[in-house]
């Protein structure tokens, strides 16, 4: 699972919130699916990225599912 936490951080730690995204061209859709925890496509991470000058990896993070089984396991 994907989650956004870093992203959220980053915004906290720059002085910007959900709203200053909008402002700066973020549509809704993305938003919402980050408040969800959405998968995003590369054009909202590219513009995310370009907007708050940082790596996809600054925004994001993986953290396995716990019920999802282990890679050979199967």
């Known amino acids: ?27 809704p859709s993305v938003l919402d699916k980050l408040g969800k925890g959405g998968g995003l496509d590369y054009r909202s991470i590219n513009k995310l990225c370009r907007l708050l000058e940082c ?9 396995p599912d716990a019920n999802e089984p282990e890679k050979g396991s199967e």
Request: aromatic share 12%.
């Open 55 to 63: 790596q996809p990896g600054d925004l994001m993070e993986y953290i």
């Open 1 to 27: 699972m994907i989650v956004y936490d870093k992203l959220f951080s980053l915004l906290t730690l720059r002085g910007h919130n959900k709203h200053w995204l909008r402002c700066n061209g973020i549509s």
